[in-house]
């Protein structure tokens, strides 16, 4: 995957992820006691749609830009406010077309006592990252790889919290890198929230994959998935989605709502369709 993702902010695999992402946060918010949220491969944190690279593929048109032009019922405009509201907050800060990525995401929506942790591999990558967050003194930036910041960073002293991990898939043995990585850091802090992002391009390594984790000894893990349309021998992006590992009460429940609805939305041809169901942990329910 030849991946730089401000060729691709805003995109309807951002779409799902980081309206999932904003739930699961909302769902940390409803106690109390402060969480951390880690962000390992955080890329620049938030993203101009008017940029030549943005311009180049128009794929925030597909997504984000499709969700803000339509008209949201009741139960999914409460379930994507989260996200929404971050992503037009951002755009009325910044005054021209921005997208948040998954870091200004988690800075708009943590509270004063929570922290963040983001984590970025490449050099240039990072100093725009530290740059975009300089002025919030709960975030922390770490130019390191983030498979290696995945295990170093849990648990945090919080003790709660989450752990995104989504990389931009450029080597064959991603899957399995995730994978590692993911456990290593599970057998620290098997308590945590992770929620792993993968694409849709390849069915076989996409099973693979969920097989691995299904196979893992893990409790619970929930599935997420979205297809925007068909899987082919080509390949290229058909869909993508979220493995979310000690899910928060309910969210599997809001995902049956949300997802539905996105589905109709995101949709660019045969083949589309969309799940959510356990790994495990739950009595399977899968739909498509």
Request: charged share 25%; aromatic share 10%.
């Amino acid at each position: 995957m030849n991946y730089r993702h401000a060729y691709h902010a805003g995109n309807f695999a951002d779409v799902i992820k980081h309206a999932i992402l904003a739930l699961c946060i909302e769902h940390l918010k409803a106690k109390a006691t402060p969480f951390r949220v880690i962000d390992t491969h955080a890329g620049i944190g938030v993203y101009d749609l008017q940029s030549e690279a943005a311009q180049k593929t128009g794929e925030w048109q597909d997504g984000i830009g499709r969700v803000v032009d339509a008209v949201l019922p009741s139960e999914i405009s409460e379930l994507l406010l989260p996200y929404l509201q971050c992503v037009e907050a951002l755009k009325a800060f910044k005054r021209r077309h921005v997208y948040p990525g998954s870091p200004e995401i988690a800075r708009y929506l943590t509270r004063a006592e929570d922290r963040m942790i983001f984590v970025e591999k490449h050099p240039q990558d990072a100093k725009k990252l530290a740059e975009n967050f300089a002025f919030d003194g709960r975030a922390k930036v770490l130019e390191l790889d983030g498979y290696l910041a995945a295990k170093a960073y849990v648990p945090p002293k919080e003790r709660r919290g989450l752990v995104i991990i989504d990389p931009p898939y450029e080597e064959r043995d991603e899957f399995e890198r995730l994978y590692y990585a993911f456990v290593d850091a599970y057998r620290k802090w098997p308590t945590g929230m992770y929620l792993l992002w993968y694409p849709v391009k390849n069915r076989d390594e996409t099973k693979r994959f969920m097989v691995s984790l299904a196979e893992a000894g893990i409790p619970k893990i929930l599935r997420a998935e979205l297809r925007v349309k068909a899987v082919t021998e080509q390949g290229g992006l058909a869909g993508s989605g979220l493995m979310i590992i000690n899910p928060p009460w309910k969210l599997a429940d809001e995902l049956r709502v949300l997802l539905p609805w996105l589905d109709g939305v995101l949709k660019q041809g045969e083949g589309h369709g969309w799940n959510v169901d356990w790994l495990a942990g739950e009595a399977a329910v899968s739909t498509s």
